[in-house]
């Protein structure tokens, strides 16, 4: 039954895709790094380098910068499954209902919390078809690419549905390949010798990257397994002449660090911790997996005519761990991934798009993950499609073509109504934000309290503004509480009462 859906979804899409000339067609690259924090390279993302952006060795990064555009505000949601839900679908996070990270059929991981209940959130994540319960029914990004003549390749981490569920499986979204991507979000291990955490000849659910298997004993490091890996993917469709839209979603950076031993040491003599100087290792080699891949595109005189996209799926895991040494370092930024803080969800972004995007250009307009959807199928040529869900985002085309492109009027929305870790550390659980131009406001579902500022001259959000511009609080209020209601957004309970949290303007 599932299989005849999928068909049926995938012939409605091609008689509905405007498709143009494939040889005339770019070839995408979405290089997604998972919790990749915003000063965590030497490519500075504010008006000015930081001392982590001097610890860092990342000179493809540099060399993506200088080929292309620099985003200084861009942006994703505060965990993984809702931005790669949003990525997929174009969707916003309170719209799709995929609010935390998702991993088991039909069980929240949401940690207990003394006042509050999580809603009843969509916890198995994205379904291309109809019927799979607690999921948003979407019709995803590589479904529509596939469908206009592009060879779809997924490599790395997925973690769309949950496990037992279709988007489990890349292949079930319409990716032609797949590669190591199934419904857990994290590793067992990167390392080789530890068969990436799976057990001596099978699949260790639910941490055991899958696949990979002449890998195994090897001292190959899980980012380079992935890269070659996708470098033989891409051979096909280079070799057919086919449009190409490679997913490279890296399980890099996220927990349990290993060290890498191409690069471990040099950090360490440069003085740093243990687990900072594996953090510092595996962020360098995500950048040599970057940089492996430009390499190739220009062996095969093809990068003129392929888009890459640079993106981190949250902010970085700047919490500390119990033996006191810190993961990443957000600072200025306040507060880190699972926060709707800048810490949270401002990322690094890089683009590059030979022949549109102005080398070496920085663009301050702020863009959300959600606006990949239709940005993508813009370059891609195809103009007319269907789709199931109602798109959220806004092609940032505009914004590569013309870098000093300014959108003041435009809000984005955050919204985590569930508590992602038992601790109630700075700004992470029960928020949401609104951001317009300059100003932002967050909502403390738990306390009822709002928080105004001006990030043009407080990106680390130090001072409160709300009762120094209560009116502009209110117009954001409101702005934030109508949004909100227009998705159905889901709101957390009260534990005593089982009363529904009131929105900000109805406090």
Same mark, same amino acid.
């Given at each position: 039954?599932?299989?005849?859906?999928?068909?049926?979804?995938?012939?409605?899409?091609?008689?509905?895709?405007?498709?143009?000339?494939?040889?005339?067609?770019?070839?995408?690259?979405?290089?997604?790094?998972?919790?990749?924090?915003?000063?965590?390279?030497?490519?500075?993302?504010?008006?000015?380098?930081?001392?982590?952006? @001097?610890?860092?060795?990342?000179?493809?990064?540099?060399?993506?910068?200088?080929?292309?555009?620099?985003?200084?505000?861009?942006?994703?949601?505060?965990?993984?499954?809702?931005?790669?839900?949003?990525?997929?679908?174009?969707?916003?996070?309170? #719209?799709? !209902?995929?609010?935390?990270?998702?991993?088991?059929?039909?069980?929240?991981?949401?940690?207990?919390?003394?006042?509050?209940?999580?809603?009843?959130?969509?916890?198995?994540?994205?379904?291309?078809?109809?019927?799979?319960?607690?999921?948003?029914?979407?019709?995803?990004?590589?479904?529509?690419?596939?469908?206009?003549?592009?060879?779809? /390749?997924?490599?790395?981490?997925?973690?769309?549905?949950?496990?037992?569920?279709? %988007?489990?499986?890349?292949?079930?979204?319409?990716?032609?390949?797949?590669?190591?991507? #199934?419904?857990?979000?994290?590793?067992?291990?990167?390392?080789?010798?530890?068969?990436?955490?799976?057990?001596?000849? =099978?699949?260790?659910?639910?941490?055991?990257?899958?696949?990979?298997?002449?890998?195994?004993?090897?001292?190959?490091?899980?980012?380079?397994?992935?890269?070659?890996?996708?470098?033989?993917?891409?051979?096909?469709?280079?070799? @057919?002449?086919?449009?190409?839209?490679?997913?490279?979603? #890296?399980? %890099?950076?996220?927990?349990?660090?290993?060290?890498?031993?191409?690069?471990?040491?040099?950090?360490?003599?440069?003085?740093?911790?243990?687990?900072?100087? =594996?953090?510092?290792?595996?962020?360098?080699?995500?950048?040599?997996?970057?940089? *492996?891949?430009? *390499?190739?595109?220009?062996?095969?005189?093809?990068?003129?005519?392929?888009?890459?996209?640079?993106?981190?799926?949250?902010?970085?895991?700047?919490?500390?761990?119990? !033996?006191?040494?810190?993961?990443? #370092?957000?600072?200025?930024? @306040?507060?880190?991934?699972?926060?709707?803080?800048?810490?949270?969800?401002?990322?690094?972004?890089?683009?590059?798009?030979?022949?549109?995007? @102005?080398?070496?250009?920085?663009?301050?307009?702020?863009?959300? /993950?959600?606006?990949?959807?239709?940005? /993508?199928?813009?370059?891609?040529?195809?103009?007319?499609?269907?789709?199931?869900?109602?798109?959220?985002?806004? !092609?940032?085309?505009?914004?590569?073509?013309?870098?000093?492109?300014?959108?003041?009027?435009?809000?984005?929305?955050?919204?985590?109504?569930?508590?992602?870790?038992?601790?109630?550390?700075?700004?992470?659980?029960?928020?949401?934000?609104?951001?317009?131009?300059?100003?932002?406001?967050?909502?403390?579902?738990?306390?009822?309290?709002?928080?105004?500022?001006?990030?043009?001259? *407080? /990106?680390? =959000?130090?001072?409160?503004?709300?009762?120094?511009?209560?009116?502009?609080?209110?117009?954001?209020?409101?702005?934030?509480?109508?949004?909100?209601?227009?998705?159905?957004?889901?709101?957390?309970?009260?534990?005593?009462?089982?009363?529904?949290?009131?929105?900000?303007?109805?406090?």
């Amino acid at each position: 039954m599932i299989k005849k859906h999928f068909i049926s979804l995938f012939m409605i899409l091609w008689l509905g895709a405007g498709a143009v000339d494939a040889q005339q067609r770019p070839n995408i690259i979405v290089f997604l790094v998972d919790d990749m924090g915003w000063q965590d390279c030497a490519v500075p993302f504010w008006t000015t380098g930081t001392a982590f952006n @001097k610890r860092y060795r990342t000179p493809n990064m540099e060399r993506l910068a200088k080929d292309g555009m620099k985003f200084t505000n861009a942006y994703a949601t505060p965990v993984c499954s809702p931005s790669r839900v949003s990525l997929m679908t174009g969707m916003n996070a309170a #719209h799709h !209902s995929v609010t935390n990270w998702t991993l088991r059929k039909d069980e929240p991981v949401d940690a207990a919390d003394s006042i509050l209940l999580p809603p009843a959130w969509n916890v198995n994540g994205l379904s291309p078809v109809t019927g799979t319960i607690n999921t948003v029914y979407a019709t995803p990004l590589p479904a529509i690419l596939k469908s206009g003549g592009y060879y779809t /390749i997924h490599c790395g981490k997925a973690h769309f549905g949950a496990m037992g569920t279709p %988007a489990a499986d890349p292949l079930n979204i319409q990716f032609d390949i797949n590669i190591a991507g #199934h419904a857990a979000g994290g590793l067992g291990s990167y390392l080789g010798e530890d068969n990436y955490g799976n057990k001596k000849g =099978e699949h260790t659910e639910p941490w055991g990257v899958p696949g990979l298997v002449g890998y195994h004993g090897s001292d190959v490091f899980l980012t380079e397994a992935l890269t070659r890996e996708a470098l033989k993917a891409v051979a096909v469709p280079v070799d @057919k002449q086919q449009p190409f839209f490679l997913y490279m979603a #890296h399980y %890099a950076v996220h927990i349990p660090y290993a060290a890498d031993k191409r690069f471990v040491q040099r950090y360490l003599d440069d003085g740093l911790p243990q687990k900072e100087a =594996e953090y510092a290792a595996l962020v360098e080699g995500m950048d040599k997996s970057l940089g *492996d891949i430009m *390499d190739y595109l220009e062996k095969e005189n093809i990068a003129e005519n392929t888009v890459i996209i640079f993106m981190s799926d949250n902010g970085g895991f700047s919490m500390p761990p119990r !033996s006191g040494e810190a993961f990443t #370092h957000n600072l200025p930024l @306040k507060s880190g991934k699972g926060s709707v803080y800048e810490g949270g969800v401002r990322v690094p972004m890089l683009v590059k798009w030979p022949g549109t995007v @102005k080398p070496g250009s920085i663009a301050n307009q702020y863009v959300i /993950i959600e606006d990949f959807f239709s940005t /993508i199928l813009e370059m891609a040529g195809i103009k007319k499609y269907r789709k199931v869900q109602v798109v959220d985002g806004k !092609s940032f085309i505009p914004i590569l073509k013309n870098p000093d492109y300014a959108d003041t009027a435009r809000t984005l929305i955050w919204h985590f109504p569930n508590k992602w870790i038992p601790e109630d550390g700075p700004g992470i659980n029960f928020k949401s934000a609104v951001r317009q131009g300059k100003w932002k406001l967050i909502y403390n579902m738990k306390t009822g309290t709002q928080e105004l500022y001006d990030l043009q001259s *407080d /990106i680390g =959000e130090s001072t409160d503004l709300s009762e120094k511009y209560p009116k502009k609080a209110e117009v954001l209020s409101g702005m934030l509480s109508h949004q909100l209601r227009e998705w159905k957004a889901q709101q957390p309970t009260y534990k005593i009462s089982g009363k529904v949290v009131p929105l900000p303007d109805e406090r």
